[in-house]
């Protein structure tokens, strides 16, 4: 988490999964983004843990939790949604969450390092497509916190 500049307060490592997915449900962003990271890099190491979905895809519930970790105002998890989807080679999608994170002001951070562009290549049409994936994004989180959206930095 860290080498992607952002983390949980240190007790959010010691939590076990049910723990942490009850204070996701009460919208507490640390516990999604703990969760997130679990699922993405450490679904080998919890997969014995009851609360560990058995036919669930962890890369995908990963990926939920920081969508909700980013609707609950942590603006890094954008980021870390498209450095995800980037190196998956989902080059649309992961161009829309840049999108979403320069919209937020997180545009120069660790996760993606200077003013590199990872998407240099895309076609017209591949940006259109990101284009109309980032306002579907940003549509639905105006929606559901309307227009007074707070977006906390990265810890």
Do not use: C
């Not at 500049?5 to 490592?13: D, R």
């Not at 951070?109 to 017209?124: D, E, R």
């Not at 591949?126 to 306002?135: S, T, V």
Request: hydrophobic letters at 35%.
């Amino acid at each position: 988490m860290e080498s992607l500049g952002y983390g949980s307060p240190p007790e959010y490592y010691e939590m076990d999964l049910k723990t942490l997915k009850k204070l996701a449900k009460l919208h507490d962003g640390d516990a999604m983004l703990q969760l997130a990271e679990q699922y993405y890099n450490e679904a080998n190491i919890i997969y014995s843990d009851p609360e560990f979905p058995k036919n669930g895809d962890p890369k995908a519930i990963a990926k939920q939790y920081l969508t909700d970790a980013f609707g609950a105002g942590f603006s890094r998890a954008a980021s870390v949604l498209a450095k995800h989807s980037f190196d998956e080679n989902d080059l649309v999608e992961a161009y829309a969450w840049r999108l979403v994170a320069e919209k937020v002001g997180d545009s120069n951070n660790p996760v993606w390092g200077g003013n590199t562009n990872q998407f240099a290549n895309l076609s017209p049409d591949e940006i259109a497509r990101a284009q109309k994936r980032f306002d579907a994004i940003w549509q639905t989180s105006m929606d559901a916190h309307e227009s007074q959206r707070a977006f906390q930095p990265a810890r």
